[in-house]
């Protein structure tokens, strides 16, 4: 009679335990460096171990002598698989300075697409010539290594700043937007979207797309730190509402088994004392 409880009970654990390996799976994202680093250290560990166990036994030492030219061999193939690692943006922090004021922070990982053709920007910084902050408006010029070129502007209204906005070129593509408000948020609160957000740009199929990003514009304190509270944008609600839902919703038919059983239990004991 406890088989069947005993049996959800585990079917919960592996449903939670399951979804927190997806949601640590995103968020560990970049071990590519790690994996080439132990393969390196653990290719060059072998032959040193292995040169003073064969020295033990008489003169075969020196014709053991091909671990130490297999070392070489093994370094050859562990240099090549680097080159082609897919370029990925990096984590760009533009912060606009006036004066000992902080005007803007974007913090945010950047990247143009255009059809199947990504540019992402590596190394973005921002280009005081061309950046420029007042009471109405910001101006936000980021320069990649690869010479890509991105214009951000941020305007405002009564209560909320918002990128208005975007002009980028990369290679020989080009395309801009105005008219925007994009990322609106209150005044003298931040802007904070996990999630990958895609802007279109024109009808020529270009696009951009902001992850991790953070940013806040007009908020004139004398640090490059986020102040008030934050927004946070729907798609990561909606990721955080929704594990928990599912959550809840478990739990939820775990008690309402558990109390069935007991009932269930209940009943049949009565119904015992009646017969007897
Ligand atoms: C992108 O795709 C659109 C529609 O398929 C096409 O018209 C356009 O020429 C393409 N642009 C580039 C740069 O490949
Ligand atoms: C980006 O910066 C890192 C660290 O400063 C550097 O190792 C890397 O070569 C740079 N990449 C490009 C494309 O400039
Ligand atoms: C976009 O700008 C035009 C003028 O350039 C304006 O008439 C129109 O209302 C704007 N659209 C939006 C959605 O703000
Ligand atoms: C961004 O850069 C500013 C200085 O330009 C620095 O004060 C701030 O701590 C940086 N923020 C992050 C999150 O790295």
């Not at 070489?72 to 562990?78: A, R, S």
């Not at 209204?157 to 609106?184: E, I, Y």
């Amino acid at each position: 009679m406890r088989f069947p409880t005993a049996v959800f009970m585990a079917a919960f654990v592996a449903v939670a335990v399951t979804q927190e390996t997806t949601t640590k799976g995103t968020t560990e994202a970049p071990p590519t460096t790690s994996t080439t680093a132990a393969t390196t250290t653990s290719s060059t560990a072998p032959p040193t171990t292995q040169a003073p166990t064969t020295q033990a036994p008489t003169t075969h030492a020196p014709t053991t002598s091909a671990p130490t030219t297999h070392a070489p061999t093994t370094h050859g193939p562990t240099t090549t698989p680097a080159p082609p690692k897919p370029r990925e943006a990096t984590l760009g922090n533009y912060t606009l300075q006036n004066g000992a004021e902080v005007c803007a922070v974007v913090l945010a990982r950047i990247v143009v697409t255009q059809n199947a053709t990504s540019y992402p920007f590596v190394n973005g910084s921002l280009v005081r010539k061309g950046s420029s902050c007042d009471d109405s408006q910001v101006t936000l010029w980021i320069e990649s290594a690869d010479d890509y070129k991105l214009q951000i502007v941020i305007g405002h209204d009564a209560s909320n700043f918002f990128v208005k906005s975007l002009s980028v070129q990369a290679s020989s593509l080009v395309a801009d937007r105005d008219n925007l408000t994009q990322f609106s948020t209150p005044m003298k609160q931040y802007y904070k979207c996990q999630s990958a957000s895609e802007v279109s740009l024109g009808e020529e199929n270009v696009k951009l797309i902001f992850s991790e990003l953070k940013y806040q514009a007009f908020q004139r304190e004398k640090s490059a730190a986020f102040v008030g509270s934050q927004l946070e944008c729907v798609s990561d609600y909606h990721s955080d509402v929704v594990i928990i839902a599912i959550g809840s919703a478990l739990a939820i038919l775990v008690v309402v088994i558990l109390v069935a059983y007991l009932i269930a239990r209940r009943k049949n004991r009565q119904r015992g004392y009646q017969s007897v």
